[in-house]
């Protein structure tokens, strides 16, 4: 069996190296696509190093504009999931909150975030205001559903136990309620992660001053390819390893080896 | 009733020194040590061996779902390397196609093997009432209660022809008064469409029941230990003093006596 | 320890009755098995016993008093497996004792008590998921026992084992019981575990379930299943059930 | 699961309590605009309700509304219709054959954590501002979670169901067509779901950074004009559509996997 897995690493690293390479042969070898609009790895790790000192044309380093970025992304998201997890397990849990509470947000989720932009701009200016509160709402509503859902997916057989040994409904929601529905609100805390980033990415692009999606759409307009794959890149490392936290945190928080 | 020892070569089953062992890491786990057994025609034989004793990996050998380490099986004079339709299975989670109707499911078989529409309706529609399921053909294995399941089970495997019938412990999940129904169920089956049959179980209650002979396995590694004729008239009635003895007789032999 | 009193007891879903004017009575550290066709509401009566269903109309009387859940300690052991697969073996057994509050040199005096009982001291820091079908039904029963229940419901909890496993925890739960003298209150549908358990048998009838027949067990213990007297008190229950 | 302790509740209730958070929304909405100050900042709910009627005659920029809803339909479905014919045979392959798995797999998990928004200026620039930068936007936004699903649906097929195929004689290309589509079919439709709500997400964020009409393009005009009554009456009509659409698929995915669907 072990060489069969190695035959497979083998694989995956040559078609990277292919991909890699194929990338370089058609832009700078054969010169099928001219450098400005499709550059080759080549130039797009020396953009990289150059972002990384130099300010124009977005008028920040790449790190100035990941920190706004994170900043915005991180506050918003946090607001998100604190609100969004509790009503959650509330609405899961109780049904008089589920009554009252579900109609309202079913009227409000089918409104994808992007679409809350231009209102919340018009609203709170292209501070950071208005990209926190965008993500927000992009963050608390996946936390709603799948604390929802894991609250209702509790096994009525652990809750009939708990009941007969006499926990009333709100111990019962503590000690068996919400450590069932972990792995579920978990999954929700990623697809908010994964929401926020991109409504981030979006919110900048259409109205900011600073932050990776702000550093793509200005080098779009002055036609820099290299810069945005740059900008690109660093958005899909940087999500990638918040999500990467996100499952280092669970692992330890959902006991008993039932991550999802 | 003693274990006979020597086995007849032309039998339509044949077992000769079967072992199996499994390797994972460095240490090998031995299964099956010496498996020897032969299996008449038309005979039902049932194996019963305590809870985990390698009996799926018996049946998964005998399928040709898995290869034995050691040792040759050979049914109808032909040795067993892969799955060939001539040996049908009946697992014990039922294994039906989730996505296909009773009728599906029954019909699988034939389709696989390219039989004409018509003929392969009928053989559906003959089976089906054989397992008393007509007026379900067009229903959902997940609607299906579990007993029902496993009729669809047994359909399933006789629809496709087979000369050997294997089935691995199929009443294991059933609760106990759906258990003696599809005992019945199974008896009356088999005596209106005969098969050999090799039946695993570990209720010493269902071996008495249905085998003419019953084939008692040791624990892990596992050996044969004895065998039992069983020659009472059938149907049998599984209250009789007679019926009686003969389980408590072969419960003596079984570690787990009480 | 406690008397249990019903009477009269009767339950509906929407317009389906289920349970059908029941009465009786179990003695104190009686050990009664209630057996009956499939789907006769078995369920539903032990859920209304313990007021997790309510009750269309009837009483039901633990040492004369109404049931109440926070006075009157009783452990249920149902038959999918509900140990929580996100506590260790220890803490599935502390759950109930938890809840009821007791002080914590009790709690732990008690977890290595029942965990010896049901012999799995060696496993209490493992979690559900590493342990085999039956060691999860033993922490279920160690749950039970460590809050010194006054009544103890068990609704078919070995009906998925084995059949060597069966006859296993079966003599344990009779090793228990006559030590700690619980009352025990045991659904099956197996016709030989409730004759070989028993001291008391309560035969139901189909839905709308009603008691068919209740009688002693007069059998001595420990028994044995081949014997005439066994046999023929495993007839007579069947006959009376006739569900085939 | 075993039915609730308590009753579940009636259908009727939930309507019940569904109409009155819904005339009780729209009553601190009207109250709000009219005795605060907000009214400078918010229309009144008639204000938009009257703008949307309205906008089904009227136009909006050039067109009337339902042609800027077509208009960005079109956007969607081309680009959806695109991530399906690619993503569910890829998601496929990658499930199915271990090299397969080996040369895809690394290099969609290399642009994976790229949101599917942060391709637009790349594709403004391949591919300029007209409808096929849009339609790349949308595909590349819907096709991550149409792979990863269907690569989880044929990669966890149950063993025991191929084994019994096995045993009835099936061939390695009957198990595939008969065994392992089929029982993919549901967790491909999740896939479907996820990747038809992030279609209509990447076209109204397409449409707002450059169109001439569309969903996106009317919020984004109402903006730039301060006219909150055609955002708000915008975004209604792009949350109605995108319920539609998912309710949509809802009904398809009933129709095909009736069999996994419990109930008596």
Redesign the interface.
């Known amino acids: 069996m072990k060489e069969k897995k190695l035959k497979y690493t083998l694989i995956s690293v040559a078609s990277i190296a292919a991909f890699l390479s194929v990338w370089y042969l058609v832009t700078d070898v054969f010169h099928i696509f001219p450098s400005s609009t499709f550059p080759s790895p080549v130039k797009v790790a020396q953009a990289f190093i150059r972002k990384l000192t130099v300010k124009t044309p977005d008028g920040g380093t790449l790190a100035t504009h990941l920190a706004a970025s994170l900043k915005v992304a991180l506050y918003g998201y946090l607001l998100g999931i604190g609100i969004g997890v509790p009503l959650g397990i509330l609405m899961g849990w109780f049904r008089k909150v589920d009554l009252i509470v579900k109609p309202i947000f079913d009227l409000v989720r089918p409104i994808p975030p992007v679409g809350w932009i231009p209102l919340m701009i018009l609203w709170l200016g292209i501070g950071m205001r208005a990209k926190a509160t965008v993500i927000f709402v992009s963050a608390v509503t996946p936390s709603i559903i799948n604390a929802y859902t894991g609250i209702k997916q509790t096994?009525s057989?652990?809750i009939?136990?708990?009941?007969?040994?006499?926990?009333k409904s709100l111990?019962t929601l503590i000690?068996?309620g919400i450590?069932?529905a972990?792995p579920m609100i978990f999954a929700g805390l990623k697809v908010s992660l994964g929401a926020s980033w991109m409504a981030l990415v979006a919110a900048e692009m259409l109205a900011s001053t600073e932050g990776l999606g702000y550093m793509i759409q200005m080098n779009r307009m002055v036609g820099k390819a290299d810069n945005i794959m740059v900008g690109m890149i660093t958005i899909g490392l940087v999500g990638a390893m918040l999500t990467w936290i996100l499952e280092k945190l669970e692992n330890k928080l959902?006991?008993?080896?039932?991550t999802k | 009733m003693e274990h006979s020892g020597k086995i007849k070569k032309d039998a339509m089953i044949l077992c000769d020194h079967v072992s199996k062992s499994f390797v994972n890491g460095n240490e090998t786990a031995e299964v099956l040590k010496d498996i020897t057994l032969s299996v008449e025609e038309n005979e039902f034989v049932v194996i019963l061996g305590?809870?985990q004793c390698g009996k799926t990996t018996l049946v998964n050998i005998l399928a040709g779902l898995e290869r034995a380490s050691g040792g040759e099986v050979t049914v109808n004079g032909k040795k067993v390397t892969d799955p060939e339709p001539e040996r049908g299975v009946v697992y014990q989670k039922t294994a039906l196609f989730p996505w296909l109707t009773v009728e599906g499911n029954v019909g699988f078989g034939p389709k696989m093997a390219g039989v004409p529409k018509k003929e392969r309706k009928e053989r559906t529609k003959h089976y089906i009432e054989l397992v008393g399921l007509s007026g379900f053909e067009k229903s959902y294995p997940i609607k299906l209660s579990g007993g029902m399941r496993q009729r669809v089970g047994i359909a399933r495997a006789y629809c496709n022809n087979p000369s050997v019938l294997l089935m691995d412990e199929p009443f294991g999940?059933l609760?106990?008064?759906?258990r003696?129904?599809m005992q019945e169920e199974v008896e009356r089956i088999w005596s209106q469409d005969k098969r050999t049959v090799i039946f695993v179980t570990?209720?010493?209650e269902e071996a008495v029941y249905l085998a003419d002979r019953i084939v008692l396995l040791s624990n892990c590694p596992t050996t044969v230990r004895n065998e039992f004729k069983i020659d009472l008239q059938r149907p049998r009635d599984n209250?009789s003093?007679e019926f009686?003895r003969l389980r408590?007789e072969i419960?003596r032999h079984v570690?787990?006596t009480? | 320890m406690s008397k249990v009193e019903v009477n009269h007891l009767t339950k509906s879903f929407g317009k389906l009755k289920v349970l059908d004017d029941i009465s009786f009575q179990v003695e104190d550290g009686d050990f009664l098995c209630i057996v009956g066709?499939?789907g006769c509401g078995k369920t539903t009566f032990l859920?209304s016993l313990?007021k997790?269903?309510d009750v269309d109309c009837g009483e039901i009387l633990i040492n004369g008093e109404a049931v109440d859940?926070?006075k009157h300690?009783?452990?249920?052991i149902?038959q999918?497996y509900?140990t929580?697969?996100?506590?260790t073996v220890r803490e599935n057994v502390q759950?109930?004792m938890k809840?009821?509050k007791f002080s914590k040199k009790k709690i732990k005096e008690k977890t290595q008590e029942v965990l010896r009982m049901v012999g799995m001291e060696k496993f209490a820091d493992y979690?559900?998921?590493?342990l085999s079908a039956s060691m999860l039904q033993r922490v279920s029963i160690a749950?039970a026992f460590a809050?010194e229940p006054d009544l103890l419901?068990m609704d078919e909890p070995y009906?998925?084992l084995?059949?060597?496993?069966r006859?296993k925890l079966e003599d344990e739960l009779i090793r228990i019981w006559q030590e700690t003298k619980t009352t025990i209150i045991f659904i099956t549908?197996?016709?030989e575990e409730a004759v070989y358990m028993s001291r008391r048998i309560m035969v139901l009838t189909n839905k709308p379930t009603k008691v068919k027949e209740d009688f002693e067990n007069p059998l001595p213990l420990p028994r044995?299943?081949?014997e005439e007297s066994f046999?023929e008190m495993r007839?007579r229950v069947?006959n009376l059930i006739k569900?085939? | 699961m075993r039915k609730k302790?308590r009753f579940q509740n009636t259908k009727a209730e939930t309507a019940v309590y569904f109409c009155a958070s819904l005339t009780g929304l729209l009553l601190i909405w009207y109250l709000a605009v009219r005795y605060t100050n907000l009214n400078k900042v918010m229309p009144s709910p008639f204000e938009v309700f009257a703008f949307v009627g309205s906008s089904f005659v009227k136009n909006i920029g050039s067109r009337i509304l339902p042609f800027h809803i077509l208009a960005s339909l079109k956007r969607v479905f081309v680009g959806y219709f695109l991530a399906c014919i690619i993503g569910i045979p890829l998601g496929i392959i990658m499930g199915c054959s271990r090299t397969g798995k080996a040369v895809i797999k690394p290099i969609f998990e290399l642009l994976r954590p790229i949101p599917g928004l942060a391709w637009i200026p790349l594709a403004i620039l391949w591919f300029g501002i007209g409808e096929s930068s849009k339609y790349f936007i949308i595909c590349v936004s819907a096709i991550v979670s149409i792979i990863l699903n269907s690569y989880s649906g044929a990669s966890q097929v149950d063993p025991i169901l191929t084994g019994a195929a096995k045993m009835l004689g099936a061939r390695p290309i009957q198990i595939f067509f008969y065994i392992t589509l089929p029982s993919s079919v549901p967790q491909i439709f999740a896939g479907l779901q996820v990747g038809l709500s992030s279609s209509w997400m990447a076209v109204i964020a397409a449409e707002m950074i450059r169109a001439s009409e569309g969903a996106g393009w009317i919020i984004t005009t109402g903006m730039e004009s301060g006219n909150t009554v055609q955002i708000l009456s915008g975004m209604i009509s792009i949350g109605l559509v995108g319920l539609l659409l998912a309710s949509l698929l809802r009904l398809m995915e009933r129709g095909l996997c009736a069999w996994n669907i419990q109930g008596k």
């Open positions: 096994n057989v652990h009939w136990v708990a009941r007969t040994f006499g926990a111990e000690k068996v450590p069932s972990l959902v006991k008993g080896g039932r | 305590p809870g999940h609760d106990a008064q759906t003696y129904l570990n209720n010493i209250m003093s009686l408590e419960g570690e787990m009480r | 066709p499939t859920n313990v997790l269903y859940l926070n300690s009783i452990a249920y149902m999918e509900s929580m697969s996100w506590l759950f109930g809840i009821r979690y559900p998921g590493q749950r809050v419901l009906g998925q084995d059949l060597e496993l006859f549908h197996n016709i044995n299943v081949t046999v007839n069947t569900w085939w | 302790i």
